[in-house]
């Protein structure tokens, strides 16, 4: 044990203050997309901004692109919107050994506080250990002023705790977890608690209400500090992840779709595969927000067809649909209620 090095990460510094007055004398580079920019840019005047992206994409070698071509005066890397543009800011920071500053525009991932930078890469997700951003400034104004459909839409992040873990205890009875990822009674129970307070404030952050939007913001950094100490996802991170990256290239075609366009959907599809009742959960997720009828059902089906063997060629960690059967019989099962 003497010879293993591990890091423990903090969460990033966290400022609840408006943006108006905000200043910044570092040449700056700014990612954003061009509706956050809408909104915020207005609020920054006068910034000594070097350049200024809007990222189309996490692509990785995108990303590196843009890395290996930051001018080398620029000190300090601006992610502004959702969480594409802060895993790209964190990514640009870390390639560079610069400090980022993410200023979310709604509260829609739990990315904008994580030390690590979800990527696209080869058909799938690939999690780049940047470190947490130097600063996270949150208006809250601006955050209760984005669309709906987006605002609180974080809450995925939480809810998917339900499915996670019991992907966790799934692989734990069958031997299949690392001893780096043993299932831990103790954080499957903080992580079980902080899943049921998102049932509690779901509506609240759906209808926009600032004090649910800030229990949600909590949230979000508590189960962010879990997996830090942790030092990896599982409570979080199970079958409805591996559905929304398996379903993201046939859904987008072109155009964005929010996260939690494809995660909601994929906590149905993986709680269904567990045998839960689906019904509180669908009803919370649209409580919050998050549209479920945003996928193509012929897209869906074709995804869960593959879904077996797209977890195990991308080796992804152990699950319930390791050992789900396609058959149009448990597909229709999986889709019974929300299809």
């Not at 879990?226 to 991170?237: A, D, K, S």
């Not at 689906?278 to 009828?293: E, F, H, K, Q, Y």
């Amino acid at each position: 044990m003497a010879d293993t090095f591990e890091t423990v990460w903090d969460l990033p510094r966290i400022e609840l203050r408006p943006l108006d007055g905000l200043r910044e004398t570092r040449p700056c580079a700014v990612l954003a997309g061009e509706k956050s920019w809408a909104v915020v840019g207005a609020l920054l005047p006068r910034w000594p901004i070097v350049v200024q992206a809007e990222p189309p994409s996490a692509d990785k070698k995108y990303l590196d692109m843009l890395a290996d071509s930051l001018p080398q005066h620029v000190e300090v890397i601006y992610g502004i919107g959702g969480g594409r543009v802060a895993d790209a800011a964190k990514y640009v920071a870390w390639k560079n050994k610069r400090p980022a500053v993410i200023i979310p525009t709604t509260l829609s991932v739990d990315g904008f506080f994580t030390a690590l930078a979800a990527l696209r890469d080869d058909g799938s997700v690939y999690y780049a250990n940047t470190g947490p951003a130097e600063r996270v400034i949150v208006d809250m104004d601006v955050v209760s002023g984005a669309p709906p459909h987006i605002r609180g839409t974080g809450i995925v992040e939480i809810l998917s705790m339900t499915t996670g873990l019991l992907d966790w205890k799934y692989a734990a009875d069958r031997g299949k977890n690392s001893y780096q990822e043993r299932f831990q009674p103790w954080a499957a129970s903080i992580a079980a608690g902080i899943a049921q307070q998102a049932y509690k404030i779901a509506a609240g952050v759906g209808a926009g209400r600032a004090d649910a939007l800030r229990n949600l913001l909590d949230l979000m950094c508590v189960e962010v500090q879990l997996t830090n100490q942790l030092g990896h996802n599982r409570p979080q991170e199970g079958s409805e992840q591996y559905f929304a990256y398996a379903i993201e290239r046939r859904a987008v075609r072109g155009k964005s779709l929010p996260y939690a366009d494809l995660v909601g959907p994929g906590i149905l599809v993986a709680a269904a595969m567990h045998g839960q009742n689906i019904a509180p959960i669908r009803d919370t997720l649209r409580s919050a927000g998050v549209r479920l009828n945003q996928l193509r059902k012929e897209d869906i089906i074709a995804t869960l067809r593959e879904l077996p063997d797209y977890v195990q060629r991308h080796n992804l960690p152990y699950s319930i649909v390791h050992d789900f059967q396609p058959t149009e019989a448990n597909i229709a099962r999986v889709l019974e209620g929300w299809i």
